[in-house]
């Protein structure tokens, strides 16, 4: 009777094992913009970082006005002794080698404010996937971050801040806390989310006689408990 109970303790560690690693393959499939469109965004800011600052990568068309050109299409002289705050007009004109319509030399009006003291919304900045996002309070990283090409502002275009981690792994709070509530007793949420170890212990342990199983139903509702990746849910 003893090795009966051994066996099936095996056999449902490895369907619930497989049941896991189903769920986690369909939520990453159903919800593609996670890890890969970090990844995607990464590879795309260092094409973008090889190219010249000079170099206009979106060439206007000959019917476009060049008055709406923006950087790195224009040339522009900024004052950079203007009052901070304060809304002030910028010479701007295009690129030689460009054609638009309308005057080659026009204004743009800009707040005055380096490049790093604009808003968060106005530039963008490189993501990474290496951080932890569930820490408290959550930890920051230093990376590089983008004026958009639309923003007018005074130095260096492309500058260090610190950031918040926020990035996600593709696992579904839904998913962890459906798990933790009709399977919890088997760990299929700890699985689910990375832990295996504890998983295993929740496992043999019949979630901690009941114990464990509701202590982490509550940790998972509160977002307490999150992926082992470090990750946030989605």
């Known amino acids: ?115 790093y003291q604009t808003d968060h919304w106005e530039h963008t900045c490189d993501l990474k996937a290496n951080c932890n996002s569930v820490s408290s309070p959550r930890s920051t990283y230093v990376t590089n971050c983008t004026v958009k090409n639309e923003i007018l502002c005074l130095g260096h275009r492309t500058f260090n801040k610190n950031v918040k981690c926020n990035w996600t792994g593709g696992y579904r709070w839904t998913t962890a806390l459906a798990l933790s509530i009709t399977l919890g007793g088997f760990g299929a949420d700890r699985f689910y989310l990375g832990h295996w170890q504890e998983g295993i212990g929740k496992l043999f342990s019949f979630g901690g006689l009941g114990v464990w199983t509701i202590v982490d139903v509550i940790l998972i509702s509160l977002h307490y408990l999150g992926p082992a990746d470090g990750s946030l849910y989605i």
């Open 1 to 115: 009777m003893r090795c009966l109970h051994i066996n099936i303790r095996k056999a449902s560690f490895i369907l619930i094992t497989i049941l896991i690693n189903r769920i986690h393959m369909a939520d990453n499939s159903m919800d593609p913009n996670t890890k890969d469109q970090i990844l995607q965004n990464s590879t795309l800011t260092e094409e973008d970082r090889a190219q010249p600052d000079s170099v206009c990568q979106h060439p206007p068309t000959p019917d476009m006005e060049c008055k709406d050109l923006n950087v790195p299409c224009i040339k522009c002289d900024m004052d950079e002794t203007c009052r901070y705050g304060a809304a002030v007009n910028a010479t701007c004109q295009k690129k030689a080698e460009l054609n638009c319509k309308g005057p080659t030399t026009f204004q743009k009006t800009f707040i005055c404010r380096y490049c």
